[in-house]
């Protein structure tokens, strides 16, 4: 359920997406009803890089974890993300794109890259530049606890 996962409340936010279903692209609408990596890691593993951004003008509120191997390589991914369906879906994205790739190759990752995968609307392209903030955020923590 996904109030459960996000602390939010499922049926105003399914009610909102059904009422501008035509406004959101279906890969908004997957990202938001099957999202992938939801959850987190330990932020004292050492192996673990946080990134806690948020958006003060509409509330969104994104937690991004990376574990990253020895090699430099993220293994996994985890979110956690209190907003709206395109910032779920923002995040969930971010975290698919980020496994498989090294820290370098993920720190390339741009909101316009995100936005444009989801076909966000131009009134949501403040979600996309979350997802990317807590991606750079996660490195920025991954390096600071790796030196």
């Not at 997957?30 to 003060?56: C, I, Q």
Request: some cysteine; hydrophobic content about 35%.
């Amino acid at each position: 359920m996904i109030s459960s996962r996000f602390g939010i409340c499922q049926s105003a936010i399914t009610k909102c997406i059904k009422q501008h279903a035509l406004a959101y692209h279906k890969n908004v609408i997957d990202h938001y009803e099957n999202p992938r990596n939801v959850g987190s890691f330990d932020k004292k593993d050492m192996s673990v890089g946080t990134g806690l951004v948020g958006a003060p003008a509409c509330g969104d509120v994104m937690k991004l974890q990376i574990k990253v191997d020895e090699n430099g390589k993220i293994i996994d991914a985890k979110f956690k993300t209190f907003g709206c369906g395109s910032a779920i879906a923002s995040s969930s994205l971010a975290t698919e794109w980020v496994k498989g790739k090294t820290i370098d190759e993920a720190a390339k990752i741009k909101n316009s890259d995100i936005a444009k995968e989801l076909k966000l609307p131009p009134v949501k392209l403040h979600c996309s530049m979350l997802a990317e903030d807590a991606i750079q955020a996660a490195i920025k923590d991954y390096k600071k606890k790796s030196t």
